[in-house]
């Protein structure tokens, strides 16, 4: 889920620009849902969460 890794508004709109409107629909349902099966109130509640799992190489540190 590119929201807990931080995907923003601009890979969203690329989205929906190929693929077309209608897909708003399902990634509401689908951001819904998650959020339902995990007892997330709010996209911020969870939005980064995925940032913690990101390993980097002993060079880049």
Do not use: P, W
């Amino acid at each position: 889920m590119r929201v807990i890794s931080m995907g923003g508004a601009v890979q969203l709109a690329t989205v929906v620009m190929f693929n077309g409107y209608l897909l708003v629909e399902q990634l509401l349902s689908g951001i819904l849902d998650f959020m339902d099966r995990h007892g997330f109130e709010t996209i911020a509640d969870f939005q980064g969460l995925g940032l913690k799992r990101i390993k980097h190489k002993e060079s880049e540190l």
